[in-house]
C-alpha cells in the first residue's frame, strides 16, 4: 500500500519482523516455566544443575522464542561411562543483550548509543561473538590492562557516570559548557604528559 522510494529486500522484511516481534511480545504477559534443580554428585565432588525442563504458560515467548527447554534427566544413581575434565570461567559470558542492560543498570551510555559502544568494540577488534557470548580477544585484554594500569581514573565507570550527568547538566542549562570543558581540559594536559614520560621511558619509534 505505501510507494517506497526504494525496493524492499529480504534483509530489510526479516529486521522489520524481528523489531515487529520484539515490540509485540514487550506488550505480553511473562511466560511461566518449570524449573528443576539436580543435585550431581561425582568423584566426590556435589554440584547443583538448574534447567529449564518446561512450559505452563507460553507467555511473550509464543511470539518471540527466547527460552531454551530441555529434556529432563534421569533421576537415581548412574554409571559414568565417560567424563572429561575442563576449567571454566566462573563468571558466565555475556550476550549482547545482558550486556546492554548491565550498562543500564551502571549509568553507562543512552539508549541510542549502545548499541554504536558494542558495534565499535567489534569493529576494533577488542571483542568477538562466539555462538552468541561475547569473548574479548587478545588486543582487546591487552588494551584494557594498559589502560587500567596507566589512565585507571580516566577509563572508570564512575568518571563515565559523571560525564553523562554532566552533559545533562549542560543540556538543561544548569551548567555552562565552557567551565564544563575547562574543567576536562586540565585532566586531558595531564594524559598528555603522561604519555609522554611514557613515550621516553619506552623510547620513541
Known sequence: MLRLPVKLEKR??????????RFMASQMAAARVERTTY??????????????????????????QSLRVERPLPTGVHRVADYQVRKVSAVQLFREGELVGLMKEKGIGRPST?????????????????????????????????????????????????????MDEVESGRLNYIGVLQSFYKEILSIDEKASQLSVGFGKP
Open 12 to 21: 530489510h522484511l526479516a529486521l522489520y519482523e524481528l523489531i515487529f516481534k
Open 114 to 166: 549502545y548499541a554504536h559502544i558494542i558495534n565499535v568494540l567489534y569493529r576494533r577488534g577488542y571483542i568477538m561473538n562466539n555462538n552468541g557470548r561475547i569473548l574479548p580477544t587478545r588486543l582487546g585484554k591487552t588494551v584494557y590492562d594498559y589502560l587500567t594500569t596507566h589512565y585507571g581514573h580516566l577509563v572508570s565507570e564512575e568518571l563515565t557516570r559523571r560525564l553523562e550527568d554532566l
Open 39 to 64: 543435585q550431581i554428585k561425582l568423584l566426590g565432588q556435589e554440584t547443583k544443575l538448574e534447567r529449564i525442563t518446561g512450559v505452563i504458560e507460553p507467555g511473550f515467548t509464543a511470539l518471540y
